[in-house]
């Protein structure tokens, strides 16, 4: 019982937000400096991940909100019937949510490859271009 009161506790207390640094994206700031080919795969790359995410939560959320999900099924059964409804609502806006977060990533990386595409199609190729930073040096 102790465990569940410092849950709840928890549970209730406000969120302290960690400042926001994605890897990816401090990475994606760089992408200038490598080849077309290096930035192409970054993208695919990000695509992929997300795209793959995507579909887990987007299955995770339909295995609770048909309430088959294994973790859900034993939750409700310990719980009183007249909570099920909210239980459910809870647990499916959060996958939901992170459905939509990874879809959105999805969306961000096929920007970032069509960019590549414009950049291609208008930047002149020159003696630089595709090249590491101080490589013809």
Known sequence: MHDLAALLEWIASPVEFERFRDRSLV????????????ARRFFERHRDYYLARQRQWEERARLVRERIHPVLRQRLQSRDPSEHDRIVAVKLHVFEGLARRAA???????????????????????PGRGKKPLEDR
Do not use: H, I, N, Y
């Open 104 to 126: 959105l990533e999805v969306k961000w990386a096929e920007e970032g490859l069509a960019m590549l595409d414009r950049l291609a199609s208008v930047t002149p190729a020159g």
């Open 27 to 38: 990475q994606a700031l760089f992408l200038d400096m490598c080849s077309d080919e290096a």
